[in-house]
């Protein structure tokens, strides 16, 4: 069986191992956490030879600019998809709360932290989500545009900040304050979209 599985992988076309080693470099990162990411887990969690990763991604820092970008138009998508429903801004908490993206946004932050180049693409990832959110309040806050600093750019800051600290929070076990804060957001979003 081993042998009938290594000639189907040699039949993978470049497009489908590069899928195959982002789809591995997530599972790694959900799993074990920045820290274990080495081009050879990867290749492992691939079920492929550690050359063949680098076959695709010369180094690791292109390996992490393609996952970044990979996981970005996930996120793109789940966004838009939110921005499209008929409570976007309820939808897009549920998109940035979620669990499983919480704890690979943690892992994210940590991958940039040691590394400058990609900090600047989680960075230019982030702004470009943050501008297309601020579209859904943009509409939600035309009615209250008289009150100071009621600006689509600060809801969705303080909306990134909130769901941040709730992911920062769940990764290490903390739960204090997280019901009645979760609570008075969704009574702030209720307001903005009855």
Not at 34 to 59: C, I, S
Not at 145 to 169: E, K, R, S, W, Y
């Amino acid at each position: 069986m081993v042998e009938k599985n290594k000639a189907t992988r040699r039949r993978l076309s470049a497009d489908q191992s590069r899928m195959l080693i982002l789809e591995a470099t997530e599972r790694l990162l959900q799993r074990q956490g920045h820290d274990a990411l080495t081009v050879r887990r990867v290749a492992a969690e691939a079920g492929m030879k550690t050359p063949l990763v680098h076959y695709h991604f010369e180094t690791t820092e292109d390996l992490l600019i393609a996952f970044y970008r990979y996981i970005g138009e996930k996120h793109r998508l789940n966004i838009e998809a939110a921005l499209a429903s008929d409570r976007p801004i309820h939808a897009l908490w549920d998109v940035n709360t979620a669990r499983d993206a919480g704890r690979l946004m943690a892992e994210m932050i940590g991958l940039g932290h040691r590394n400058e180049v990609v900090r600047a693409e989680f960075a230019a990832h982030v702004e470009n989500f943050r501008a297309m959110q601020a579209q859904a309040f943009e509409t939600a806050l035309r009615p209250h545009a008289a009150a100071a600093g009621c600006t689509p750019d600060a809801a969705i800051f303080i909306l990134t900040a909130v769901t941040t600290a709730l992911i920062m929070d769940r990764s290490v076990g903390i739960n204090a304050g997280h019901e009645d804060g979760i609570a008075f957001v969704k009574a702030c979003m209720d307001c903005l979209e009855p």
